[in-house]
DNA sequence: CTGCTTGCAAATCTTTTGCATTGAA
DNA sequence: TTCAATGCAAAAGATTTGCAAGCAG
């Protein structure tokens, strides 16, 4: 074991000490799935890590979730709305949800493929309202991204 | 052949009498890409309608064009500008770019899965440039997508 | 205990690739 | 005529399913 994977198990620790677990714990429960030890496993995992494919996740679980396994734990996730998932180019990615990890949205570097976070904001929040009262809407969740040059990879004559 | 082909087809005709077809033809030759029949169907089958999956467009395509090709073709496509991806659920669809289809995004209802066309908005625009500027990014597309209740689907109480 | 979960193996579905042939320019 | 595009077959990758065994409640 390296240190880079000692950091991130105690990273991971201060995290699951916090009431995240227990909030966790009550998503599962509040829908009936119960508490396992590889659905711990699988969300810790996505603690503090930017999007994760399903190729991803699994790779760093190698030997401890079966790959079904993990297909119906994140499917499990989703209907308790632990994770949600967010379309990257013609894929997705898969991040706990809001309430684990503030809600928030992508813009894509379509140079060097960085994702970078934008925080949620004041201006998505009015105009998803806006546009949801202009349609008679009832708005339950959305997602916003955005796809450009980065601030590195930007053309200098820009 | 049922009432609504026949419909299909000559709505289908319309649109491809107009300059629709010299921009489609024009969106491939700039990128040094040919004009073939098979392109020619793809994109008559994509004219007017609400998004496609893959799938959905290669039955309506049976027997005319391959699967390998029609994965090649919408690749090609997408270099061109003329069809976007956009996500719907886990999965994506294909549709027609702006150019041909005016630009707008979309509310899928979480009930009865209808898929409402959001026009382009002032305010969207405004939002993508406001974000843009504050991460020093230049934008170069995005989407917006939407889930929640329909006018119809809405719940009683609400 | 009992029923929900898991792992394993296999099935299914989606997307990509190699190659000989066809067709656009 | 020449090179890109297509169809076919097969490979590769992603996701789902059936079932016996294991574990949470």
């Not at 999007?51 to 993990?70: C, F, H, I, K, N």
């Not at 998505?124 to 349609?135: A, C, D, G, T």
């Amino acid at each position: 074991m390296d240190i880079c994977k000692t950091v991130a198990t105690i990273y991971n620790n201060c995290y699951m000490s916090t009431n995240n677990k227990e909030l966790f714990e009550l998503s599962l429960r509040r829908r009936g799935f119960s508490i396992t030890s590889q659905r711990h496993m699988v969300f810790k995992e996505l603690i503090g890590q930017e999007p994760l494919s399903m190729r991803e996740l699994y790779e760093r679980l190698r030997g401890q979730v079966d790959r079904a396994s993990l297909y119906r734990i994140i499917s499990v996730f989703e209907k308790s709305g632990v994770v949600v998932r967010i379309p990257v180019g013609w894929k997705y990615k898969l991040e706990l949800s809001e309430a684990f990890n503030y809600h928030h949205h992508h813009i894509t570097c379509i140079k060097c493929n960085r994702v970078i976070p934008i925080e949620e904001d004041e201006t998505v929040e009015r105009l998803i309202k806006e546009v949801s009262e202009k349609h008679a809407i009832l708005p339950f969740a959305h997602q916003l991204e955005i796809q450009g040059f980065c601030r590195a990879c930007r053309p200098a004559d820009s």
